[in-house]
């Protein structure tokens, strides 16, 4: 997704985002040992996300991207 195609707050450079699903292989609550960028995580049910941080995603991509993820026959979905 390209930052610039969605109400993002304004950015000075520009943003194309990549969404890839993957499957869990391990406890949710674990993180892994050699994971330096975060510090915290967890899985949210779509309809009740934590406050996001609005310059890097939006509840509505949020949305997107859960629904191609439950349906295997939707279509990519690029700007």
């Known amino acids: ?16 985002k990549l969404f890839v699903h ?3 292989t391990g406890p949710e609550d674990t993180p892994h040992p050699a994971n330096l960028e975060t510090t915290a995580s967890g899985f949210f049910p779509v309809h009740a996300l934590p406050a996001l941080s609005l310059g890097r995603i939006l509840p ?9 993820a439950i349906d295997p026959a939707s279509a990519v979905s690029c700007d």
């Open 60 to 68: 509505e991509q949020v949305h997107l991207v859960a629904g191609l």
């Open 1 to 16: 997704m390209n930052k610039d195609h969605h109400p993002h707050p304004p950015d000075p450079w520009g943003v194309c």
């Open 22 to 24: 993957c499957e869990l």
